[in-house]
Structures are given as structure tokens and as C-alpha cells.
């Protein structure tokens, strides 16, 4: 609640989603979206099964460290919060399965077709979805939702949302968090609440973080692990370059710095790729090669219902059903399988965070696309006790539908000024023109169509990875959370703010430069990981730019005097 100082509610944590258009509730307050005769919308699940049915095509450019990244930030910016017994969904994803019925008010149950090509060989007829928590700040005379972090890039999911949290993960010496060492890797500490971090068994305990959602898999607790290796480094380094700074001024100074490069990689490195250059130049979204920017207190970085329940939800496409592991010396090693790695305690065993990791360099990324890999769309949070999971695609458009979120043919209409007004006048945005036979199939009239299917089923705009009605929605909330953040690393006149200097060598600092710093023994690696190596020149580590913490340095004679 101290970013904006005029608008101290934009933002914070447990904060209401902001929204683009307003809701589409049956009843205009709550109930879930209807069609347009009135009758009940296709089934969740028979519209995963049918539009995004299982198919794997590998991108051609972008690595599989972008969907990666791509669902670390993710964790950054948005959680929201489940009704009660919310940690059923949390463990499972959508919860046992037959736990409540249509007329409980906080389930909204996907009907499974009694045909269904996998469930029905387990008898499954519903998967359980709870509800989000309706937030209780707004008073909109309908039902919006909350954000359980902060909108704002500041790694809250490494460091935590709160002091208690933050507290578990702070070391409170030379400005360090805790961490382990295990053969000779850095590795998150073990859980301090293993009862209540819906991972650890009782003799095998999970890693710890700012997010219970980094132990989801193993790239993500990875990514999350290179992270704590940054800290840490700049910290150590920080504290050889001036000894007289306290535990405090270490951390706080150190988090800056890493906040400043993490978000650099996000505007200058991933966030061109997802959206082109023509959404990155309309939306002002590219760093600026010198000089500062300007804060805005007048932007809203709340982020928006329709960001959150659906267009960043298309790197669930992106997923592949494995994670590639390359060894220190190259070789290849048995990948890591979905399917069977959620949420378990042997993703944070030593070395295979950094088989992992070397192994998202080489791996190709999933084509964004309207398909899925079954590792979400049928094993989605798969206990070890069962045979499947829930599937991802079905609950994404369960949950727009949970949120109120328009039809997909509204938002067509807000972004691109354009009415479509039956199947085939959606043709011209498919990246599969015969699609829209299967909307015809599953939707009676195209105003019922969900926004994420709609959009998910989109070309790709040029030197994008999504389509135009999502890149709409996508780039209007990073403006936001560009200008609207008072923290952001390249507004001048702040507190916090860079000197020039020290912002020019952040702007420097590349993934490649995280992980060259963060994974011994890694002497090549492309200049931009998101791209594969054909994509990408491959340098060596030593070519790679780091940021330069003498511009850090105290002069201790100055310090001094203003003791």
C-alpha cells in the first residue's frame, strides 16, 4: 500500500481486479454467464476435448525457458483468492473430484460428458471447481474478485507479500536469504510449515519460498531457485563493497537491484517476444536506452479481471508435458515428466535445478495455439495415488465464466472496433480458418464463445506469440504496470531511483546474465535465452554483461561524515 501515494489501495495485495469491461453474470450480480437463449453454455470439459485437444507443435524460434519465465512472472503479479475450503483446489487444482454439487454456492462443478475419451474410464462425470473469493472492498453491486499479491513486478513471490512471510526467508545477516547447500548446489531451506505447504511428506520435506505455488513443478521451482542464487550473490558482493552496511540496507538494496534487473528482462527480453514490436511501441512498453521515465500516480496498475482469468492464461498452450535436463558436462539426462511432478519434495534434491535449467535452453517451446499437452488437460496437479489429474484448459474457461468475464465477441468489439456477428465473420481472426466449425458445434450463437477460447484460437500477430485481442489486453495492463509503479527501475525523481550510471548498467543485464552467474560450470549460452540457439547468437559466459556494483560502492569517507 506504498507505492501510490494519492491511490494507496492500486495494487496492494488482496486488492480488487480491476476490469474492461463490466461483468456478465446470469443474474447480473453472481451467477455464472449463461447463453443467450438462457439455456446452460457447452460444458468446460467437451470444449477442452473438442477446440484445445491434445497436440503437440514445437515453436520454431522461443526455447521452453519462455513459457517458463512466462508463468514465474505470472506468480508475480496475480493469485486470486478461493472461496472457503480453498485448499482443496489449491492441492489438487480443482479439488477431489464429486466434492460439491451445482446447488453449493461456492462450487461451480465442470460437467463431464458421460463419453468423455479419458474420465470415462474412471467414472469421473464432474470435476470440482470452487469459487473465487468475491472481494469484499468493492461495492459494485456485483461480484468482483481479489489479487492476492501485488500488481507490481517486485519478485513478491520470491520475497513474500508480507513481513511474516518475508521474515521465514530472510537470514538477518549480510542482507541474505536462507538457503541450503547440498553437494555443492545452492538450494531453497527446507519447509518450515510442512504441514501446511501442501507439498512435503513426512520425512521429505519441500523447498521454501516467498509463494507456496513455486513447488507447483519443477521448472518453476527452478526458475525460483536461480532467483535466491541471485540475491544471494549480489548481497555477498554488496557486503564485501561496503562492510559497514547493516543486515538491513544489504537486503533492501540488494532486492532493489534485483527487482530492477528482473524487470528489464521483462520489457526488454520476454515481453517483445509475447507481444511484437507494434503492441511494444503503441503501448510505450520498450526500455528506453538512456535517460529516465516518468512516473504516473494517475495510472491504476491494478491488474485487470480479464488479464487475470484469461489472455495471460495463453502460455498454458506454450506448456510442453517435459522438462529437458542437460548435465554439468552436457549430457543429456532423463527429462522431468508433468504429469507425475506436481507439487512432490524431490524437484529441490540436488542438481536437477540446474539440469533443468541448461535443459530450457535447448528445449523448443510449444507453439502458442489453441492445443494443449495432456499433462495439463488430464493429469493437471496429479496426486502419486491417482491415475489422473483435472485439466487446465477446462478450468481456465470455467473460471472466466466463475469471473463474469464477457464473451469473447465483446472484447473483440472494445479492442479492435469490430462486430462479429455470427461464426463465420470470426474467420478472419483464426489462425485455423475451419475452426469456426467447431465453435459452430459447440456454442449456439457466436455471442456466447469464451474469451479464452476465442482468443486462444487467434493468429498470432506478426513477431508475436498471441493474437490481437489478447495482445490488447495484455499490453494494456504492462503499461500500466510500467508507468504506474512508482518503483519501477527506470522512473527518475523517486525514492529508489538509479543514478545513470547505475540504471545504464542494469539496462546491461540479460537472463543470460542470471544464469551465467548463478549455474557453475555454464561456459556458452545464446544472448537471448527465450530464443533457441538458431535464433540467437551463442557466446561464451565471460561475453555476457553483469551488473556493476562498484556503482554501488559507499564512499566510506562520505559515510562517514554524514554519521
Partial sequence: SCNNLQHPDWGKTDSCLRRVLSPAYADGVSKPRRACDGSKLPSARLISTTLHEEKNRTHGNLTHLAMIFGQFLT??????????????????????????????????????????????????????????????????????????????????????????????????????????????????????????DNCSLPKNKCAWAGDLRATQHIGLLSMQTLWLRQHNRIAKNLSALNPSWDDEKLFQVTRRICEAIYQNIVFGEWLPLMLG??????????????????????????????????????????????????????????????????????????GIHDDVLRGSLKQPMQDFDRYGDNGVTQNLFRQSYLEYGSDLFATDIQRGRDHGL???????????????????????????????????????NVTDVDLFSGGLSEKPIQGAQVGQTFACIIAEVFHRLKFGDRFYYEHGNQSGSFTQEQLQSIRNVTLASVYCNNIKGLMCIQKNVFLQEGSSTVVACSEIADVNLSLWKEDTDSAAQEK
Fill in 75 to 196: 506468480h508475480d503479479i496475480t493469485f486470486v483468492s478461493f472461496a472457503p475450503l480453498s485448499h482443496i483446489e489449491f492441492e489438487l487444482g480443482t479439488g477431489p473430484f464429486h466434492l460439491c454439487e451445482d446447488d453449493e454456492p461456492e462450487c461451480i462443478p465442470i460437467d463431464v460428458p458421460e463419453n468423455d475419451t479419458f474420465y470415462s474410464g474412471y467414472n469421473i462425470r464432474s470435476l470440482t471447481i470452487l469459487r473465487s473469493l468475491y472481494c469484499p472492498i468493492c461495492d459494485n453491486g456485483y461480484r468482483d474478485q481479489m489479487n492476492s499479491r501485488t500488481s507490481y513486478l517486485d519478485l513478491s513471490h520470491l520475497y513474500g507479500i508480507n513481513w511474516d512471510i518475508q521474515a521465514s526467508m530472510r537470514r538477518f545477516n549480510r542482507g541474505l536469504l536462507i538457503s541450503q547447500e547440498v553437494m555443492g548446489a545452492e538450494l531453497p531451506s527446507d519447509s518450515p510449515f510442512p504441514y501446511v
Fill in 277 to 350: 514490436t507494434e503492441k511494444m511501441e503503441k503501448f510505450q512498453l520498450n526500455p528506453k536506452t538512456d535517460n529516465y521515465t516518468e512516473y504516473n500516480d494517475s495510472a491504476d496498475a491494478t491488474v485487470t479481471n480479464e488479464f487475470s482469468a484469461a489472455a495471460f492464461r495463453f502460455g498454458h498452450s506454450q506448456a510442453d508435458g517435459r522438462f529437458w535436463r542437460i548435465g554439468k558436462t552436457t549430457e543429456w539426462i532423463e527429462p522431468a515428466n508433468l504429469s507425475t511432478g506436481y507439487f512432490v519434495p524431490h524437484n529441490n534434491s540436488e
Fill in 406 to 444: 464477457r464473451p469473447y465477441v465483446d472484447y473483440v468489439e472494445y479492442c479492435q472496433n469490430v462486430t462479429l456477428k455470427d461464426f463465420d465473420s470470426m474467420k478472419t481472426f483464426m489462425a485455423e480458418e475451419n475452426v469456426t466449425d467447431i465453435f459452430k458445434v459447440l456454442y449456439k
